[in-house]
């Protein structure tokens, strides 16, 4: 019993940092048509601003509000030096974030070295959770990860910026005659979907190794969890990461990692195969 | 008020505008004709910079506004009704109408009251989602939201196709009282002869991508035989 | 789309010539060749060995070109079919699957073992991702993902070497006779080359590649002519996967061991980096990619350390935006 | 006249919008049809159904007395049924030759891994097509760096070479200049004369269609509104009120 509850707790904590990842790129897809391959390295940015705060000496908290902005701050850069270049050729914007990401993924290793590195759990202490000892930290994950999934929902479905970027995606060219600077909102976006990754990353360096690989693991399942979801739709990447992060992790408790990744994965394709458009996605891909 | 020479646009690798020549005056309302496949939409889309124009000026009370992105010329005071009216269909209609205001600043974003004096449906049904409303009710909630940042020169592509007589006479009635009030300049691309001849000040004619021909509305009441030529089988 | 007429002169290239006739492609080839037979005159066993892999390489990418260049399947994961070829060849020439011994456990039967088997596979991958219309991006994570976890599967099965992989694989013998000089193994490794270029250029210059260039262009226009397209991207792949496989059998073959990073993603992205940069839409541009980004690779990895890759990236994001076709595929493509 | 084409009550819906209202059909062999209509009247809905990109609601198409309702594009393709596309579906990277080789290779007997023989018939065939359609001089170029116009000629080019007993053309001449518009009409009218085909055309261009057509379908909502020569159709009150939107 207590096995389990731990079990659909890790699994929950998995989910939900994965939908941060997730809705990040799904937002940067539907609203630019653009894959972003360094969302990962994002994730990766974020992390390890975590491990320099505590080379500096300044501690996890800083961190916090660091990682976002200064991932948000270079996803803009990101896409004012490259990307912008790319939007009439989508395809070759893969490559070229593709190329982005290999470039930061090695900034790092020069920059702290190939190595895992661990970073001191700031919450040591557990607390009791449905009778059961867990440890805070992880809670405070979870927690934070509801209050930015809700706040993006908030944002893109109550605010006035919500509504322009929901308009540009239904219909750029229309959204464009009625006076929205598209180009601003495409940068706007691609630094929000950035610092989304960003933030992801740094809340899970504490209970992660940081090393260089470690945007990968987060990446693909991201990008499983929107197609199973389906693109377009905010409430598909929750299905999907759902489903693709709480497989996989209820999974590896019982068999392998590897084999909750291979089972994960082919399910992932044989879905995609009989409902092209996703679970939750419209008639059109 | 608009002035374009020598337009050139080209859509999809076939040069589409051959050569537009056509000056609009100030609280004017004209009308664009001609069949399908002549280039009337282009001409929209490249004054609203929705596609470049490849050379040509266009000026807005003296100002060049060719080549701009849309969003400028949307700043500049062009409002724009596309063909299709392509109302965002997931939104309320209160968050269509909001749209429009989204480049000022926050506090200046208001939709002006008296747009529910012409549209008062807009009003009634200001929660409800866009895409349930009838063609001809979409067709003012598109007419409205090219209102709302009280533009110069209202642009409107076929506002009568897919809507019901009845409909086309209550818009037509509307643009011209907005246009007697606020001395709005409209361009309209239209086909439809009822509401051309209850709607115009003058008539453009589009034949193969040039003005072929322009003549005030009742000149054309008299005689509608460049209607026939113009236009019919 | 621009049209300019006025720079090409449409009287002085005759008739017959279609595009997929590319006489300067095939002189350099044979250049190319001349060179690569009389090299081993020259030079001393090391470089003979470092060109040996450097060819190895450029089979793997002619491979990713026809899938990606002329198919128009933007593969990530395509060292998966490398991988698995290496693995495959190396299993069955050291006798490790039960019931392959005798003639079965000979290198040729490994060579061609490897080949098939991966074409299969291939065939069944390609069933799910092309019937289920997947297509650009989605299609190249799909992939993407599945080099990872090929990768982590190598990595965690002992009976394959888990991490360390298989070493001392035994030499390529035919009837007898082993490849093992460094001289005998460059003149196998060349004359597979060659072969995979002609085979390739051969299927790209056919009514096949004609097709599957034109479902490239224009997928619904071809269907409408009553063309599968899925059924040809199918084939493209099972033939990519081949080759692919080919040259990691070869690599086995070179370089005596197999590892888990021959599978993974890195690899992947290695060649895709190999064909963008040298032009995906010529195979002999690929090749010579593979030749250039390797070669350089060997002499700025130890000059620039790990600023090398960092290089590599910015140099490709730049290459992405400013030559779209690739180095070598601007001037030897018309 | 043998019937070549037949559409039964044929049915389809979009949400609530009727494209296709209870359409039938019916052409003849060697038949040359325009269809005309205002815009969203369904024509180029009908096509798609015609060519199997869409399911019909309802109602059945008949094509050489073989049902062919809902059957994929290509089986369809294979049939007999070409089609030119609005916008010139073309193959951009493809010499010209080469886009009007692609459909030849169906009726290639050796495999398709095989170059076709030196001596085959089908380099005269392409030859002959490319003389039909004005683009001879132009065999080597690139697609991409043709003309608008010529693009259109080139798939027309392409659709004839599968040698389709019917041919549907979608919006001919859209884009083109005059000239080449008159070229256009003299194209299609000679290939109805000297290939004896069913060509089924729509068009906006009532010049156009004036030039070319036998005989001429009006399209209006979703449904057939009025069917005859171009003197009945064009003399005819209730046709040019939906054309003119007129009500009086």
């Known amino acids: 019993m207590t096995d389990l509850i731990i079990q659909l707790l890790s699994a929950m904590n998995f989910v939900l940092v994965l939908i941060m990842v997730a809705m990040g790129l799904m937002i940067i897809f539907g609203l630019m048509n653009v894959i972003n391959m360094a969302h990962g390295e994002f994730f990766l940015l974020g992390a390890y601003t975590v491990v320099m705060t505590n080379r500096l000496g300044i501690g996890f908290w800083p961190a916090l509000v660091l990682a976002p902005l200064t991932v948000g701050f270079i996803g803009m850069l990101i896409e004012y030096i490259c990307i912008r270049h790319l939007y009439h050729r989508p395809l070759d914007t893969i490559l070229a974030t593709w190329g982005v990401s290999l470039a930061i993924k090695q900034l790092i290793i020069i920059i702290f070295g190939p190595a895992g590195l661990t970073v001191a759990p700031p919450l040591p202490q557990m607390v009791t959770v449905a009778g059961i000892e867990y440890p805070a930290y992880r809670v405070f994950i979870m927690a934070i990860a509801l209050i930015i999934i809700a706040v993006t929902f908030y944002i893109f479905l109550k605010t006035d910026f919500g509504l322009g970027a929901r308009a540009v995606i239904a219909n750029r060219d229309m959204a464009a005659t009625l006076g929205i600077n598209t180009r601003r909102m495409y940068r706007t976006t691609f630094a929000f979907g950035s610092a989304l990754a960003g933030l992801a990353g740094a809340v899970m360096a504490p209970v992660m190794s940081c090393d260089p690989q470690m945007g990968l693991g987060f990446f693909i399942p991201a990008f499983l969890s929107i197609l199973v979801g389906g693109t377009g739709t905010l409430y598909g990447v929750l299905a999907g990461g759902a489903i693709v992060g709480g497989g996989d992790s209820l999974l590896s408790f019982h068999f392998s990692p590897v084999a909750a990744q291979v089972v994960i994965f082919s399910l992932a394709i044989f879905l995609i195969r009989i409902r092209p458009q996703g679970l939750l996605g419209s008639k059109k891909p | 008020m608009l002035k374009i020479s020598n337009l050139h646009t080209s859509y999809g690798g076939s040069l589409i505008l051959q050569g537009i020549d056509l000056k609009v005056k100030r609280a004017e309302i004209m009308v664009i004709m001609g069949r399908n496949g002549m280039g009337k939409t282009t001409l929209m889309k490249t004054i609203m910079g929705l596609l470049p124009p490849q050379s040509g000026k266009i000026e807005l009370e003296n100002e060049s506004i060719g080549g701009l992105k849309p969003h400028k010329i949307a700043a500049k005071g062009v409002g724009f009704v596309p063909q299709g009216r392509e109302i965002f269909s997931d939104f309320t209609v209160w968050d269509n109408l909001r749209l429009a205001t989204m480049r000022y600043p926050r506090k200046k974003r208001c939709v002006p009251e008296k747009l529910f004096e012409y549209f008062p449906i807009l009003k009634e049904r200001k929660n409800q989602r866009a895409g349930s409303f009838s063609g001809g009710e979409q067709q003012m909630l598109a007419i409205a939201r090219a209102l709302v940042a009280n533009p110069k020169l209202l642009l409107l592509d076929e506002p009568s196709e897919g809507i019901q007589p009845s409909i086309i006479q209550e818009i037509t009635r509307i643009l011209r009282a907005i246009n007697k009030e606020t001395g709005i300049t409209i361009v309209i691309v239209e086909q439809n002869v009822d509401m051309i001849l209850d709607l115009a000040d003058t008539c453009a004619f589009l034949e193969k991508g040039r003005i072929a021909d322009t003549c005030p509305k009742d000149a054309l009441q008299k005689d509608d035989s460049m209607i026939t030529r113009y236009m019919a089988l | ?334 | 006249m043998t019937i070549i084409l037949k559409t039964e009550r044929l049915t389809k819906k979009f949400g609530g919008l009727t494209a296709v209202d209870h359409v039938n059909m019916t052409l003849s062999k060697g038949e040359l049809r325009c269809i005309i209509g205002p815009n969203g009247c369904g024509k180029s809905t009908l096509f798609n159904l015609i060519t199997g990109t869409y399911k019909p609601t309802s109602g059945r198409i008949a094509f050489k007395s073989k049902d062919i309702t809902g059957k994929p594009v290509h089986i369809i393709g294979r049939m007999g049924i070409g089609r030119k596309f609005q916008v010139p579906g073309i193959f951009n990277q493809l010499t010209v030759y080469d886009n009007i080789r692609v459909p030849f290779f169906r009726d290639q007997r050796r495999s398709l891994f095989l170059k076709p023989r030196k001596d085959s018939d089908i380099h005269q065939k392409i030859t002959a097509l490319l003389q039909k359609i004005n683009l001879d001089d132009k065999a080597c170029l690139p697609a991409i760096h043709l003309a608008h116009g010529e693009k259109q000629w080139l798939e027309i080019g392409m659709v004839l070479a599968r040698r389709p007993q019917l041919m549907l053309l979608d919006e001919p001449t859209a884009g083109m200049t005059a000239a080449e518009t008159r070229k256009t009409a003299q194209l299609i009218r000679n290939i109805s004369r000297e290939e004896k085909m069913t060509i089924l055309v729509i068009e906006h261009d009532i010049g156009f269609v004036r030039e070319i057509a036998s005989r001429i379908t009006v399209l209006y909502k979703g449904a057939v509104f009025k069917e005859g020569s171009y003197e009945t159709i064009q003399s005819d009150e209730a046709v040019r009120k939906i054309y003119l939107g007129k009500s009086r």
């Open chain 3, 1 to 334: 789309m621009k049209s300019d007429i006025s720079t090409i002169k449409s009287t002085d290239i005759s008739m017959q010539r279609s595009v997929f006739w590319q006489p300067r492609p095939a002189w350099i080839a044979m250049g190319l060749a001349a060179i690569l037979v009389l090299f081993p005159m020259t030079q001393n066993d090391y470089w003979i060995v470092q060109l040996t892999q450097l060819m190895v390489y450029g089979i793997f990418a002619m491979s990713l070109s026809l899938v990606w260049g002329y198919g128009g399947i933007l593969c990530f994961g395509h060292a998966v079919y490398f991988g698995m070829g290496a693995y495959i060849y190396t299993l069955i020439v050291k006798g490790m699957i039960p019931g392959f011994s005798g003639i079965l456990a000979t290198s040729i039967a490994g060579l061609l073992t490897a080949v098939l088997c991966v074409s299969l596979f291939a065939v069944v991958v390609g069933y799910f991702l092309f019937y289920g219309r997947l297509k650009g991006p989605y299609l190249g994570i799909v992939t993407l993902a599945i080099a990872v976890i090929a990768e982590r599967i190598a990595v965690d099965w002992y009976y394959i070497g888990g991490y360390n992989g298989l070493f001392s694989i035994p030499p390529f013998s035919v009837a007898g006779y082993e490849f093992i000089t460094p001289i005998a193994l460059f003149y196998f490794v060349l004359a597979s080359s060659a072969i995979a270029y002609l085979l390739l250029t051969h299927i790209v210059q056919s009514p096949f590649g004609a097709i599957l260039r034109a479902i490239r262009d224009n997928e619904a226009r071809a269907e409408s002519f009553g063309y599968n397209s899925a059924q040809h991207k199918i084939i493209t792949f099972a033939i990519g996967a081949a080759v692919a496989a080919l040259s990691g059998a070869l690599f086995a073959i070179v370089t005596e061991f197999v590892s888990p990073t021959l599978i993974g993603f890195g690899l992947s992205t290695e060649v895709l980096i190999w064909v963008a940069l040298g032009g995906k839409e010529v195979i002999l541009a690929s090749f010579l990619g593979a030749l250039l980004v390797r070669t350089l690779e060997t002499y700025l990895s130890e000059l620039m350390a790990y600023y090398w890759i960092l290089f590599l990236g910015v140099f490709f994001v730049a290459a992405v935006i400013l030559f779209p076709k690739g180095i070598f595929g601007r001037w030897l493509s018309d």
